[in-house]
């Protein structure tokens, strides 16, 4: 009983739900408390798309139909949208662009890369996980980055439930070249879709896969 005690703490205070903890504590999440922490953050962030809840279709009943697009180098920038809509965070839509898998960085660049702003998406509940810039769409990702160990950590506790995930990459490359522009537009987009990986926004939804 001690064990499920520590189990449930996580999700049963009140003041902060998903409590901030330096643990492997996520990896004794059950399956109702991880989806409905999804659950949570999705309908959070569909009320920013200004979408009603899918119909027929649950987190509790998770159905695999999104498929990762095949491994590919990054596109060359698309022609540049009107001015008026360039860094406007509210006009830029996570969904709306190309995903591929997160293994893409492991192969060779095959393009000299481009500043951007990027989308860590799980698209089959679908939340955005994490918002992060650079100035080259084909390092950033390369190298070391926490957000890889939280989603090393996302992937371990859907395994372990039996869980479909669809983490996926996306890359805008519209993104200012000045890094100071670059930054601010990458807080907006942080602000307005909150996503759980993101420090910003460990108050809101703790941070269960956080690094020890």
């Known amino acids: 009983m001690a064990y499920r005690a520590t189990q449930l703490r996580l999700f049963e205070v009140k003041t902060n739900p998903y409590k901030t903890l330096r643990s492997p504590l996520s990896l004794m999440m059950t399956r109702e408390q991880i989806l409905t922490w999804q659950t949570e953050i ?3 962030q569909r009320s920013i798309r ?3 809840a899918p119909e027929q279709r649950s987190l509790f009943e998770l159905i695999a139909t999104y498929q990762v697009q095949p491994e590919r180098s990054i596109d ?3 022609p540049n949208p009107p001015p008026s809509q360039q860094h406007d965070p509210e006009t830029i839509n996570p969904w709306a662009l190309s995903y591929q898998a997160m293994s893409f960085w492991r192969k060779p660049a095959t393009t000299r890369g481009y500043p ?3 989308f860590v998406a799980d698209r089959f509940v679908p939340i955005v996980l994490y918002i992060g810039e650079s ?3 084909e390092r950033r990702w390369r190298s070391e980055h926490d957000c890889k160990h ?3 950590r996302y992937y371990a506790l859907h395994y372990d439930l039996g869980i479909e995930h669809g983490v996926a990459i996306a890359f805008w490359l519209h993104a ?3 890094r100071k522009a670059r930054q601010e537009l990458e807080q907006a987009l942080i602000q307005l879709w909150k996503p759980p990986f993101n420090k910003e926004c460990w108050s809101r939804w703790g941070q269960p896969f956080g690094r020890d």
Do not use: K
Request: hydrophobic share 25%; glycine share 0%; charged share 35%.
């Open 42 to 44: 999705a309908d959070f």
């Open 50 to 52: 200004r979408e009603d």
């Open 76 to 78: 060359p920038p698309i």
């Open 116 to 118: 951007c702003i990027y």
């Open 135 to 137: 100035n080259n769409s």
């Open 150 to 152: 939280y989603l090393d």
């Open 176 to 178: 200012p070249r000045r």
